[in-house]
């Protein structure tokens, strides 16, 4: 709740359009997390809920800025991890980083393993550091 009432006094100072909310699912179902999410929309925004996961809602600042919201949860039965979501939604390409396959596919041929989710964080910070800067 303190990060959504520290976006909503920033939606007075920033034109902001849209809002994604990434959270881990944890221990909860996902109505459950949905349920805490929407509370906590409500005391900040009093805006409608969300119904869904990957919805926009209109959300609305105190002094009437708008903005559209979303949420997202990561680790739905324990798939889908953060590092999984950031390399599908990539806002620019990933020359250095998409070389990484090449480099597991030849630290596996030589009888190595390297699981998915280390892959992946290994892939978000090539692409941290070497495509986006």
């Known amino acids: 709740m303190t990060?959504?009432?520290?976006?909503e006094a920033d939606l007075q100072k920033i034109d902001i359009e849209k809002i994604g909310l990434i959270l881990d699912i944890e221990n909860y179902s996902e109505p459950?997390?949905?349920?805490?999410?929407?509370?906590c929309i409500q005391q900040v925004f009093k805006s409608k809920t969300l119904s869904r996961t990957k919805q926009f809602i209109d959300i609305c600042g105190d002094n009437g800025t708008n903005a559209k919201l979303a949420c997202y949860f990561t680790n739905v039965?324990?798939?889908?991890?953060?590092?999984?979501?950031?390399?599908?939604?990539?806002?620019?390409?990933?020359?250095?980083a998409d070389c990484l396959n090449s480099w597991k596919t030849c630290i596996e041929s030589q009888g190595k393993q390297?699981?998915?989710?280390?892959?992946?964080?290994?892939?978000v910070s090539i692409y941290l550091r070497y495509d986006t800067c």
């Open 32 to 39: 459950e997390r949905l349920e805490w999410v929407n509370k």
């Open 77 to 96: 039965g324990g798939k889908c991890e953060l590092e999984t979501l950031l390399k599908a939604i990539k806002a620019r390409e990933s020359p250095h």
């Open 3 to 7: 990060t959504l009432k520290a976006l």
């Open 114 to 123: 390297i699981n998915q989710k280390g892959f992946d964080k290994f892939w």
